[in-house]
């Protein structure tokens, strides 16, 4: 059965240029994004990499740790990380899984036989503290991934986990949101001290209401 949203991320342990990881472990009481390489030494997963470095302080702020995963073997991760210094100006400063057995590849279905027999998509898993899979992105393997993107989804989710909103078209952080419909207006008056426009009985716009 796939993985699908709302699933218990599969736990497992797993070597890393850190250490070897226990998942649910690491994650603790954080938010967590698993993304997948389909290789070492590639030209996408280099750039890639060092964005995710230079963002590892934003993620930070929202209680957010990040993951890797290749499918190659950690001594050459470790070479890898210093073509990634070199290029990208920026080092390795967050765990890569060397997932050579595919243990963690196939737990999560990285591996898309009609893509690729042996390469990982790329593939983003968003984790919450609950270890619930809250999102999930894949990529083909010739197109870089958005980080600002999944910033941005991130700051949805963790806003809609603790109020009764949801984010509409490009929200980012700051700007309006929509009161969910299953809440009342008597409720929402309530909820919602800051008000709020009534477009139609299904769309009603309020502030960010954590600011």
Same mark, same amino acid.
């Given at each position: 059965m796939a993985l699908q949203l709302g699933d218990t991320a599969p736990?497992? &342990?797993q070597d890393s240029t850190e250490g070897p990881i226990r998942f649910h472990e690491w994650i603790g009481n954080s938010w967590c994004v698993l993304f997948s390489h389909p290789k070492n030494f590639t030209p996408v997963c280099t750039t890639e990499l060092g964005a995710v470095a230079k963002l590892k302080g934003e993620f930070a702020k929202r209680n957010c740790k990040v993951i890797g995963l290749s499918v190659d073997p950690l001594a050459d991760h470790q070479a890898w990380a210093k073509d990634i210094e070199e290029t990208q100006g920026a080092a390795l400063n967050f765990p890569l899984l060397a997932d050579g057995d595919r243990k963690v590849s196939d737990l999560y279905g990285m591996i898309h036989p009609k893509a690729n027999? &042996?390469? &990982? =998509?790329?593939? =983003?898993?968003m984790i919450g503290p609950? #270890? #619930? =899979? #809250?999102?999930m992105i894949t990529y083909p393997a010739s197109t870089?991934?958005?980080f600002a993107e999944i910033l941005r989804v991130l700051?949805?989710?963790q806003l809609t986990a603790n109020y009764k909103v949801a984010t509409p078209v490009n929200w980012e952080h700051g700007q309006d949101c929509i009161i969910v419909p299953a809440v009342p207006d008597a409720e929402a008056d309530r909820l919602f001290p800051k008000g709020y426009k009534r477009l139609k009985p299904y769309l009603r716009v309020?502030?960010?209401p954590n600011l």
């Amino acid at each position: 059965m796939a993985l699908q949203l709302g699933d218990t991320a599969p736990d497992f &342990t797993q070597d890393s240029t850190e250490g070897p990881i226990r998942f649910h472990e690491w994650i603790g009481n954080s938010w967590c994004v698993l993304f997948s390489h389909p290789k070492n030494f590639t030209p996408v997963c280099t750039t890639e990499l060092g964005a995710v470095a230079k963002l590892k302080g934003e993620f930070a702020k929202r209680n957010c740790k990040v993951i890797g995963l290749s499918v190659d073997p950690l001594a050459d991760h470790q070479a890898w990380a210093k073509d990634i210094e070199e290029t990208q100006g920026a080092a390795l400063n967050f765990p890569l899984l060397a997932d050579g057995d595919r243990k963690v590849s196939d737990l999560y279905g990285m591996i898309h036989p009609k893509a690729n027999d &042996t390469l &990982t =998509v790329r593939s =983003v898993f968003m984790i919450g503290p609950d #270890k #619930k =899979v #809250k999102l999930m992105i894949t990529y083909p393997a010739s197109t870089g991934r958005n980080f600002a993107e999944i910033l941005r989804v991130l700051d949805s989710l963790q806003l809609t986990a603790n109020y009764k909103v949801a984010t509409p078209v490009n929200w980012e952080h700051g700007q309006d949101c929509i009161i969910v419909p299953a809440v009342p207006d008597a409720e929402a008056d309530r909820l919602f001290p800051k008000g709020y426009k009534r477009l139609k009985p299904y769309l009603r716009v309020t502030p960010q209401p954590n600011l």
